[in-house]
């Protein structure tokens, strides 16, 4: 073999040798696990009104590796982050947690206590969902909505379990209790 075609089968191995390498790290970029928790799940929860630190302040303490999310999120064009709650498991990759962040958020059990007390019921649910007690006992106590749709306060709010979003506002709340009573009324 003339010392030419050595060179050429040398630089043919290393040209193969570093796009395998390239290849491998692409690879663990996207496909990758790319978690630190324990459990085997953890929750990451984006409000309606979101700021740019959310992902900092929710998502990124449970990742490896926060540059490589970054760079396989703008592959995938993720730059617009959804509300809701969302479901990250142990050993996901970067492409796992974006394709979550993506989808469509948990939905979640929305427990009404037996009360026909305000602020009881107020209390309770917004321990589950994204809406705050006052905004919950404002609109739980709208008079206006109550005698529009001739119904008194308790009547609405039936003692059970429930589901929805978790970025669930106290509007949407009151009004998917009220057409969970007029499909059974």
Not at 36 to 48: D, M
Request: aromatic share 10%.
């Amino acid at each position: 073999m003339s010392y030419i075609k050595k060179i050429l089968v040398v630089i043919a191995v290393l040209g193969l040798v570093f796009c395998g390498i390239k290849v491998y790290g692409i690879t663990q970029t996207f496909s990758g696990p790319n978690t630190v928790f324990n459990n085997e799940e953890a929750y990451i929860y984006i409000p309606s009104k979101k700021d740019e630190h959310i992902l900092k302040d929710e998502l990124f303490p449970l990742l490896k590796d926060e540059e490589s999310f970054k760079q396989v999120a703008s592959r995938l064009g993720y730059n617009q982050l959804k509300a809701g709650k969302y479901t990250i498991k142990k050993e996901m990759s970067n492409l796992d947690i974006v394709r979550t962040l993506q989808a469509k958020s948990d939905v979640i059990n929305v427990v009404i206590p037996n009360t026909n007390e305000i602020d009881v019921i107020a209390k309770q649910i917004s321990n589950q969902i994204e809406a705050t007690e006052m905004e919950l006992i404002t609109v739980l106590d709208d008079t206006l909505f109550l005698i529009d749709k001739k119904l008194k306060f308790p009547a609405l709010y039936k003692p059970g379990a429930y589901k929805m979003p978790w970025n669930t506002s106290a509007t949407n709340f009151r009004d998917r209790m009220y057409k969970n009573i007029s499909k059974t009324n």
